[in-house]
């Protein structure tokens, strides 16, 4: 341990140096994470509900045979409801169902993909609405992963910079500025 001419230890910082300054955190916070998770999750629930017939049939659809028709609806136009009929369904093993068929085409003795309250007429017909679902959602996924890349790369850049800041500082410290003298 060394002291001056007063009797000062000098083995430490100088107490009048500036402290650097802590660097941001690296990671993302709760609530990022929360985001980041949270937002498509969030898109994901609220868009099923009205693909949710779809969505059931597409995943828990069987096959089964129309034994009946009931009333028809006749769909039209993008904003109008799609063409339904009520009626009957019975699977192979013998169990039945009924709600509604998404087709004018299917009639008694047709074989349609049923689950639920909801049958569609074939496989092509329920990928048509669960599709344009996936799509959606996989667009909100890409969309935010993109924004979350650009924050993270962001507060990388501050970060970087709040901690090459203070050596601009020093006395005695000397950037390379590009010019000799």
């Known amino acids: 341990m060394s002291t001056d001419d007063e009797g000062a230890d000098n083995d430490g910082p100088d107490e009048s140096a500036e402290v650097l300054p802590e660097a941001p955190p690296n990671r993302p916070t709760v609530q ?4 980041i998770f949270g937002a498509p999750l969030a898109i994901c629930a609220v868009l099923a509900l009205p693909f949710r017939s779809a969505l059931y049939v597409l995943f828990a659809g069987r096959s089964a045979t129309v034994v009946g028709e009931g009333p028809c609806v006749k769909g039209g136009g993008i904003t109008g409801p799609a063409s339904s009929c009520q009626g009957w ?3 192979a093993d013998g169990s039945s169902g009924s709600g509604t068929i998404h087709s004018l085409s299917a009639g008694t003795g047709d074989t349609v993909l049923a689950a639920g309250g ?3 007429s074939s496989l092509g017909s329920v990928w048509h609405p669960a599709g344009i679902y996936f799509f959606i959602v996989a667009v909100s996924v890409v969309a935010n ?3 979350w890349v ?3 790369r962001e507060a990388r850049r501050e970060r970087t910079r709040t ?3 203070p ?3 020093v006395p005695g410290y000397r950037a390379f500025d590009g010019q000799d003298g």
């Open 32 to 35: 990022e994470w929360l985001v």
């Open 89 to 91: 369904w019975q699977f």
């Open 118 to 120: 909801w049958a569609y």
């Open 145 to 147: 992963t993109i924004t």
């Open 150 to 152: 650009s924050h993270f």
């Open 163 to 165: 901690l090459r800041e």
């Open 167 to 169: 050596f601009e500082y």
